[in-house]
């Protein structure tokens, strides 16, 4: 896992809802580097309690992997969740009509703040009327 945030751990782009920019986190999933991390700091804690390397260290692996992929899975969930509207794609894609609660809350809370809404307004979409004919 790495400890240092750079640009090559995500990409920018925009919310489906409101068009504000955002950042979005490119890996979902371990990678290499974070099973090489968390070997290394099983080795370590291992030998820190014991001065030898024991097959405690195997257990202590796992649990690392279990922690580094609950923190990545957390990361990028948590970074899909816009911040300005609350639109959130994944409940959207299950449940539209509870998306739509959270994001009618979060504007009632952002009207709510004359600050935000005065000085940092959203390009919300419109409704196109259909025509009668």
């Known amino acids: 896992m790495c400890i240092v945030y750079n640009k090559f751990m995500s990409h920018s782009g925009f919310c489906a809802f409101c068009r504000s920019s955002k950042v979005y ?16 700091l099983a080795l370590a804690i291992n030998y820190i309690f014991s001065l030898r390397i024991e097959p405690v260290a195997c257990v202590i692996f ?21 911040h300005e509207c609350g639109f959130d794609p994944v409940i959207y894609r ?11 809350q979060k504007m009632e809370l952002r009207n709510a703040d004359t600050v935000k809404s005065l000085f940092f307004p959203l390009n919300l979409p419109k409704r196109k009327e259909l025509k009668k004919t």
Not at 25 to 40: D, E, T
Not at 68 to 82: K, N, Q, S, V
Not at 95 to 100: S, T
């Open 94 to 104: 299950r449940n539209p009509a509870l998306a739509c609660q959270m994001v009618k």
């Open 62 to 82: 796992v649990v690392n992997l279990f922690a580094i992929e609950l923190m990545l899975r957390l990361r990028w969930r948590m970074a899909l969740i816009c």
């Open 25 to 40: 986190f490119k890996r979902r999933r371990l990678g290499i580097v974070n099973v090489l991390v968390a070997a290394i």
